[in-house]
């Protein structure tokens, strides 16, 4: 059934073309170490919460928007085999100075799939 990485990240709407360009940029370093498929979305239906919500959980603020992201594997063993290279790699060290979103703010995870249909 594979395995999937998430992500939530605050992004300023004005930086919305620069977090696509460097995220299509690491999609590709990530394919090329055996992802099978990426994926970045543009929250445009991102309700608030009563409890808790995806701004809150980021905590988005004022201008912010919030992009959900997962990246899909064959197995866990393929992500583990090759995330420390991908973090390693020179494409994916940014220069913090230029990134599009603060990175402090981001959730991530690893999740084993229990439905795919």
Known sequence: MGYADGFLVPVPAANKEAYREMAAQ??????????????????????????????????????ENVVFSWIEWPSKQSRDENWQKIMEDPRMQPDPSTMPFDGKRMIYGGFAPIVDE
């Open 26 to 63: 690491a999609a590709a370093v990530f394919r090329e170490y055996g992802a099978t498929r990426v994926v970045e979305a543009w929250g445009d239906d991102v309700p608030d919460g009563k409890v808790t919500d995806y701004r809150g959980a980021v905590q988005a603020q004022e201008g």
